[in-house]
């Protein structure tokens, strides 16, 4: 056998070797991710509230993320993560590497679309797929920090309102557990009402009235609420009538709201110079001066 033809040999048996350790390998990864899938356990949310959509979109691949990288969470940043979903409003709807898992997931879905899009324009895929992971993670982060940024925003606005129901009910002769039962049932719908409903949650489950409330404060975060609650649990102790100090406890959340309407419209004229600045002023200029410009093109000036 001639030596071109051991050399063609050679070339097929090194492509068949290449094309069947490539073959191995393939079923192997597709293996060990069956594996990892199938060892995702069942999870029971009967007591457990619902995803809002932002997260039953990546669903699956979250849980999937957060039963790889649960075992590998530090403690301290679980407590740090457990702080941002209680403030959120979601520490009774995922677990801590469930978020951390989402933003993975956000990301790993930004990756993609970068690889698309440089795919789909014949771009140096680096780049692309740089960005998109970095804007998904972006887009996770910023999303939990807009929803706690509006939680405590709507809470601050529903707030008089609700005291002042509560006002009303224990000067009718309820005690302060039904006012606040009232006050859930018959106030606005929003997270001060979900927190109401879980106050009266702990107080069934057996907390004093005061740890329910602390735990309270301790969710929400915002001064203007543990200044209540302290006020509220100090009366309690020293027996002083709760009707007087609700009151006045809602005359100022309600003077601190119409101070907050008033700074935010002294800041909107400053906010609006950016858009004006960057976006209305040229197109101004561009209509004023487009005219004179084919003016002076037809003159030949």
Request: charged share 15%.
């Given at each position: 056998m001639s030596s071109a033809h051991l050399l063609v040999l050679d070339e097929r048996t090194v492509i068949a070797a290449v094309a069947l350790l490539a073959g191995f390998g393939s079923a192997g990864i597709v293996a060990a991710l069956a594996r990892s899938v199938s060892a995702v356990r069942p999870e029971d949310r009967t007591w457990l509230d619902t995803p809002p959509r932002f997260l039953r979109l990546l669903w699956w691949p979250t849980r999937w993320i957060a039963h790889l990288v649960?075992?590998?969470?530090?403690?301290?940043?679980?407590?740090?993560?457990?702080?941002?979903l209680r403030l959120a409003g979601l520490d009774y709807t995922l677990s801590p590497a469930q978020l951390l898992a989402h933003r993975v997931a956000v990301g790993l879905c930004g990756l993609a679309a970068g690889l698309g899009c440089a795919h789909a324009w014949a771009l140096p895929p680096a780049l692309p797929a740089l960005a998109g992971a970095t804007a998904g993670t972006l887009i996770a982060w910023s999303w939990l920090d807009d929803r706690i940024r509006c939680r405590r925003r709507l809470m601050l606005k529903q707030l008089p309102f609700v005291l002042d129901l509560i006002t009303l009910c224990v000067e009718a002769g309820l005690n302060l557990t039904g006012a606040l039962q009232q006050a859930a049932a018959k106030g606005p719908a929003g997270p001060l009402?979900?927190?109401l409903h879980r106050v009266l949650r702990d107080v069934r489950a057996g907390k004093s009235r005061a740890d329910a409330l602390r735990g309270f404060a301790d969710r929400i975060g915002e001064p203007a609420i543990?200044?209540?609650?302290?006020?509220?649990?100090?009366?309690?102790?020293?027996?002083?009538?709760?009707?007087?100090?609700?009151?006045?406890?809602g005359e100022q959340r309600r003077a601190e709201r119409f101070a907050r309407a008033e700074k935010a419209a002294m800041e909107a004229p400053v906010k609006m110079l950016l858009p004006l600045i960057a976006c209305i002023f040229p197109c101004t200029f561009i209509v004023l001066g487009f005219p004179i410009a084919v003016k002076f093109m037809t003159m030949g000036l």
């Open positions: 649960a075992p590998l969470l530090p403690a301290r940043l679980q407590a740090r993560l457990a702080v941002r009402g979900e927190e543990a200044n209540l609650v302290s006020t509220v649990i100090q009366a309690e102790n020293m027996g002083m009538s709760l009707g007087p100090m609700l009151r006045a406890q």
